[in-house]
């Protein structure tokens, strides 16, 4: 299992989100001589794959493996 708890990883799959949204809008804005720059879009991406798969592990969605199949022929 993954070091992250299961509620953490929801709340941080949702922050994530929410920064996806918000740098849609703009990567950098200034108010009142203040500004702020959003990280990259490939990085929210690697965060939302990351606690993704954190969460699909915890829910059993993780990848399946496939042990082998064997065919006969009659």
Do not use: H
């Amino acid at each position: 299992m993954p070091i992250t708890s299961y509620e953490d990883a929801k709340a941080d799959y949702k922050l994530w989100k929410e920064a996806e949204r918000a740098l849609a809008t703009g990567t950098s804005y200034t108010i009142a001589g203040r500004s702020l720059t959003r990280t990259d879009m490939a990085v929210v991406n690697e965060k939302l794959r990351y606690y993704g798969r954190i969460i699909d592990q915890y829910e059993g969605r993780g990848k399946r493996k496939m042990r082998g199949i064997t065919t006969f022929d009659r």
